[in-house]
């Protein structure tokens, strides 16, 4: 990949450096972590080590000149790597930085130079200083992590919002969704607190009220937007209420005002799908959104989708009392789950009551009914209620991505690693850019963005963010399936570790699911994880924490877990894979 280096910001005031030396010139070679050129500030003198691997292709400053920070000095890339559009963006952001009638002085490759200057804080030569550094247009939780970190960096940030602080996943989705989950398991434990001793004669009266269920989950999205909002205004991010649109590389408009920036965040999310089936007007299927306004609920309900929306939802209507149908395209829901803990969780849905229909093609939704067709048959479910919960797609409104050169893949924006688009200076973080769309995903893209921005070395590694699904027993994963860990690798090994024979699962009541960690044979590197039980939702981030550091799965094993806790199951699965777990034979 071609890389513009940058004059770095080493402190919050710094606004220029003097270049004092090369250690390589165009067409050395340079090794990750070697000195590549010595820079002085108002208080120091030091040198800066390559961030990266490859060939010195452009030196775009002379010694003893004196360049703003952020501004481009150097292109490295490999060595059969073209780098006329990277270089060409450099050059347009140098062009014109010199005092007017002074010509600027020019380095081997032949691109503007900045005049040596030792008292002037801005661009010299009266050049006019774009008004942001960073634009950020969406605040959730990818844009307003984005904003908070540019700030944090010493950038001056704007962030666009036409809508609440926190998006979908703080308005219409996560927060509201494990709100509405948390009140049918406050619902279970009522209805089940004889078996742990709690007399109650009348628990099995015990139903969920939605207008209260609603008045929680309203008062608890409140409290979390307005304290990423109290975090921007102490972060210094200056916001806009309007809908950004990309005017050109270095300008948004909004509410028919033009803001320019050095650089610009896209973070716009995702819009949800739906299938393109013929349908009643009486019969238009419900959102998820629509789904999480409901002050009261329906008798029954068919979900279209058996993804992790169409089943925590499946999940909660069927535990608040509600008739529950999935139809699944594929031929088993959640399959983007491992397999074994996928079947658990189908089974436990299967249990409490749902009906899952999978291989199934929705045709029409009308009369009252859906069909779909499946084994070679039609066949007719009977409901006035349908919920469509197939999947997302990027929201690419206000972005003409043809006009400003944006290459799209899959619909999606493409990026690199950094999240950096075909346009050098946009990025495209969260649902918009396709890669993974989840929350954490998008908040850590946001911070990779704002890392590269301010010419910190930093990239995203997709094959270690966790995956959870909140059912009861909840389901996290990282990493490879067991399927797919067999088709890559020539021999694995799979730990399992059962819920009932843990202490604290007995204890809780929870002991239903299972542990299991997968490694490859020839270094013993954990290459997934998949846990089925209590809490795994939060105990998932201990395997992430020990892939990113590789440790293996015997370190997890002689890791000490406190007792009783559900977390000694993991370090069980890691002693299964030997053949050793204490507690299970």
């Not at 050395?28 to 010195?56: L, N, W």
């Not at 926190?166 to 607190?193: H, S, Y």
């Not at 739906?274 to 299927?285: E, I, N, Q, S, Y």
């Not at 909840?474 to 202490?503: D, H, I």
Request: glycine fraction near 10%; charged fraction near 25%; hydrophobic fraction near 40%.
């Amino acid at each position: 990949m071609v890389e513009a280096i940058i004059m770095p910001k080493l402190g919050f005031n710094m606004s220029e450096g003097k270049l004092v030396c090369w250690y390589k010139k165009e067409g050395d070679a340079i090794g990750k972590g070697e000195p590549f050129f010595s820079i002085e500030t108002d208080k120091t003198t030091i040198d800066v080590e390559a961030t990266r691997d490859g060939i010195v292709r452009s030196l775009l400053f002379r010694e003893n000149e004196t360049v703003p920070v952020m501004l481009p000095i150097a292109i490295v890339s490999d060595a059969d790597e073209n780098i006329e559009a990277e270089l060409k963006a450099a050059k347009e952001r140098l062009a014109g930085i010199s005092s007017p009638g002074q010509t600027p002085s020019l380095s081997a490759s032949g691109a503007p130079s900045v005049p040596a200057r030792s008292d002037q804080p801005a661009p010299s030569g009266g050049a006019r200083r774009r008004e942001y550094d960073v634009i950020v247009i969406g605040g959730g939780p990818g844009g307003y992590v984005a904003a908070i970190r540019s700030a944090q960096l010493g950038k001056r940030v704007a962030l666009v919002e036409k809508d609440k602080m926190g998006g979908v996943c703080l308005n219409r989705g996560c927060i509201p969704t494990k709100t509405f989950l948390r009140g049918v398991e406050a619902l279970r434990e009522v209805r089940d607190c004889e078996r742990y001793g709690v007399s109650c004669a009348d628990a099995h009266l015990a139903g969920i009220d939605m207008e209260k269920l609603q008045k929680r989950k309203n008062e608890i999205v409140a409290q979390l937007v307005g304290g990423v909002e109290s975090l921007l205004k102490k972060n210094g991010v200056e916001k806009f209420d309007g809908t950004g649109a990309i005017v050109d590389a270095n300008s948004v408009e909004v509410n028919g005002k033009t803001y320019t920036s050095e650089h610009i965040i896209i973070a716009t999310g995702s819009l949800a799908k739906t299938l393109p089936v013929p349908t009643d007007d009486d019969m238009r299927p419900l959102t998820s959104d629509d789904l999480l306004s409901m002050t009261a609920l329906p008798q029954d309900m068919l979900i279209v989708g058996g993804g992790v929306v169409g089943v925590e939802l499946a999940y909660f209507l069927v535990s608040a009392g509600v008739k529950v149908r999935i139809v699944e395209f594929l031929d088993r829901i959640l399959p983007m789950i491992d397999e074994e803990i996928a079947e658990l969780a189908s089974k436990k849905l299967k249990n409490l009551g749902v009906i899952v229909d999978t291989g199934a093609r929705v045709t029409r939704i009308a009369e009252g009914a859906v069909f779909f067709e499946s084994d070679g048959r039609e066949h007719r479910a009977e409901t006035r209620n349908v919920l469509m919960a197939v999947g997302r797609e990027a929201n690419l409104g206000g972005i003409d991505c043809e006009k400003l050169g944006i290459e799209l893949d899959r619909g999606a924006i493409a990026t690199d690693a950094s999240l950096r688009t075909s346009v050098p200076n946009i990025f495209a973080i969260g649902d918009v850019n396709g890669k993974n769309m989840l929350a954490h995903t998008a908040s850590m893209e946001g911070i990779v963005a704002a890392e590269t921005i301010a010419g910190h070395a930093c990239a995203m590694n997709y094959d270690r963010i966790p995956s959870v699904v909140y059912l009861r027993p909840e389901l996290a994963s990282v990493g490879l399936t067991e399927e797919r860990a067999r088709e890559k690798y020539a021999s694995v090994k799979v730990g399992r570790f059962p819920l009932a024979a843990n202490g604290k699962a007995k204890v809780a009541g929870e002991s239903e699911g299972l542990a299991k960690i997968i490694i490859e044979e020839e270094y013993g590197e954990i290459v997934g994880a998949h846990l089925y039980c209590a809490h795994a939702t939060d105990m998932i981030a201990e395997i992430v924490t020990a892939m990113n550091l590789e440790a293996t799965a015997d370190e997890i094993a002689m890791t000490v877990h406190p007792h009783p806790t559900i977390s000694e199951v993991i370090q069980e699965a890691a002693h299964a894979i030997r053949g050793k777990a204490i507690h299970f034979a």
